[in-house]
């Protein structure tokens, strides 16, 4: 039988994008910044990445042999990565509530975007900022609202003490300074 009437088979689904759980009931929050980041970089593989994949496997194709074709295999693959991505990005935004943490800035509480210095029992200080499941980056101290440290944050005021569970036991922890990002002046 020809090629050419066969299927490509995958070992992933590309139907199937699992998106990182959000607890049952709740909202995918996310801040101006962070939708504007993943929607930006939706538009980018739309409108740049994909249709320069979708030359390269055209051109690839055009030279005959497919089988042994390394730009036509790999430009193959590449274009599933980037429409798995395109849906998964697509999903997200669509469930995505934009919430906006410098409505609270001067405010003592603890709320989605605040960033948060605490110190633990043992004396160390660290600070990090609540955000949404999606931009949250641990790297540079930035935590998904879900998070148990988030989570045992949440509604504190400065100066309260509370109780962090982790795997290595019960912490008590510190509350010293809860920021929240100055609004921006909109100019039109």
């Known amino acids: 039988m ?6 490509e ?3 992933d689904e590309d139907d199937d994008v699992a998106l990182p759980s959000l607890p049952a009931g709740t909202r995918n929050y996310i801040t101006p910044v962070g939708y ?9 593989l739309i409108d740049n990445e994909r249709p320069k994949v979708v030359d390269i496997v055209h051109w690839a194709a055009s030279n005959g042999d497919r089988s042994e074709n390394g730009d036509y295999l790999y ?8 429409d798995r991505r395109i849906r998964f990005l697509t999903k997200r935004l669509e469930i ?14 603890v709320f989605f ?3 948060v210095t605490y110190v633990d029992e043992v004396g160390t200080e660290r600070t990090v900022t609540i955000l949404g499941i999606d931009e949250a980056d641990s790297a540079h101290g930035e935590v998904s609202w879900v998070s148990p440290i988030a989570r045992t944050l949440l509604k504190a005021r400065t100066g309260d ?5 982790t795997p ?18 909109a100019t039109d």
Not at 161 to 165: A, C, M, N, S
Request: hydrophobic share 40%.
């Open 161 to 165: 003490v509370l109780k962090l569970v």
């Open 113 to 115: 975007g605040a960033a």
């Open 96 to 109: 995505a509530e934009v919430t906006d943490p410098s409505l609270h800035h001067g405010n003592d509480q």
């Open 75 to 82: 430009g193959k693959k590449r274009l599933r990565e980037i």
């Open 2 to 7: 020809s090629k050419a009437f066969t299927r």
């Open 9 to 11: 088979t995958e070992t």
């Open 168 to 185: 290595a036991g019960v912490q008590e922890i510190e509350v010293l300074a809860v920021r929240y990002p100055a609004a921006v002046a």
């Open 36 to 44: 504007a980041r993943l929607r930006g970089e939706l538009l980018d």
